[in-house]
Every structure is written in C-alpha cells, then in structure tokens.
C-alpha cells in the first residue's frame, strides 16, 4: 500500500513539475518568433485611421525652427525632433513627438509636410511588448507596424504582413536572419 502512494506521488509530482515550469516562464516573459510576432501585432490592429484628427497636423508651421533644433542638436521646449530616413533614403525629415501628445509621432518632409504618423494609444511606459502603427496622413490607411518586445528588440512588419525587418539592438535582420540594415540613435530623449 505504500508503494503504491509512494508511486501515485511521484506521478504526480511529475506531471505537476512541467506546468509549474511553463508557469514560470510565461510570468517572467514572452518569447516570439516571426509567426507568433505577426499574428500579435496586427490583433486589434486599426487598419485605418480617422485623418481628420491629422489635419492640424498636415504642415509644420515650426519647419524652419525644427530643422535648426536637428542641425544644432538642442531639443526645443514642450517637442522632441529627431532625423528620420523613410523608403531606403527616398524620403528624409524629422520626427516630432510632442509632450502633449506622446502618443503621436509625426514624420515631416525636409519641406515640412507630413508624411506619416505613428499612433501608439494603448502602450504603458516602460511595458512590453506594444505596437505601433504608422499611418498615412492623406489616407488614413496603415502604412506598417512595429511591435516592441523589449527596449532592445523589434519587429517591423508591412501593412500586409511581410516581415521588413526583426531589430536586435542595432541591427535589423530578415526573416532568414541575415543583417539587412543599422540604425542608431543620436543623444538621449529629454526625461
């Protein structure tokens, strides 16, 4: 009889070791690869948005301003401009992202017209993973989408779903994982 409660505990302690395993893995974190990454991203994902909330936004009356803020390297008060290059280098500009609206990054042309939006309406600071959608100003309609697993890891997806790069670090690799591109990041966001 004592074997036989000796062996029933064994089983099932056994058996009950995995599913506290698997338990404290998805505590601690996610792990994604291509496939997973995609279905999550476009989840909920608004395909198209209202462009009428971009209309203020159309032209930047602060063109000559920004521009000056990039050449320098000074931030200017209640906005954060940075450098973008858009479509393999085709298109270059800055990004604004204001203080009163951080949910909002807006891409301007050199000349100052907007080119794209990336939304963020439902992220936390400082909890992963989240999306980001960019969107066309004139359209409204998704452009691409990034999903960050952590600070240090990205994926970057086409509006039809093709994976444009997976970031680790500084580095962006294709779905073979071979390097395609590098990106770095010039000075720190203010706090």
């Not at 009889?1 to 070791?17: D, E, G, R």
């Not at 909920?44 to 009428?52: A, H």
């Not at 009356?61 to 450098?83: C, D, F, P, W």
Request: with cysteine; net charge positive; aromatic share 14%.
């Amino acid at each position: 009889m004592i074997k036989k409660i000796f062996f029933v505990l064994i089983i099932c302690l056994a058996f009950s070791l995995p599913v506290l395993a698997q338990q404290t893995v998805l505590q601690g974190s996610v792990m994604y690869n291509v496939e997973s990454a995609r279905k999550y991203a476009f989840d909920g994902l608004d395909l198209k948005i209202d462009k009428s909330i971009l209309k203020p936004y159309l032209y930047d009356e602060n063109n000559e301003e920004n521009k000056e803020a990039l050449k320098t390297k000074k931030q200017i008060k209640g906005r954060y401009v940075m450098s973008f290059s858009l479509a393999k280098g085709f298109v270059n500009g800055y990004v604004i992202v204001y203080e009163d609206k951080p949910q909002y990054a807006f891409y301007y042309s050199s000349g100052g017209y907007l080119v794209a939006v990336d939304i963020d309406n439902k992220s936390q600071e400082g909890v992963y993973p989240y999306k980001i959608g960019k969107y066309n100003p004139v359209t409204g309609n998704l452009i691409s989408i990034g999903l960050y697993i952590s600070e240090d890891e990205q994926y970057a997806f086409s509006k039809n779903g093709k994976l444009k790069a997976h970031w680790v670090g500084d580095t962006g690799y294709n779905a073979k994982g071979k390097p395609i591109a590098k990106r770095s990041v010039v000075g720190q966001i203010p706090e």
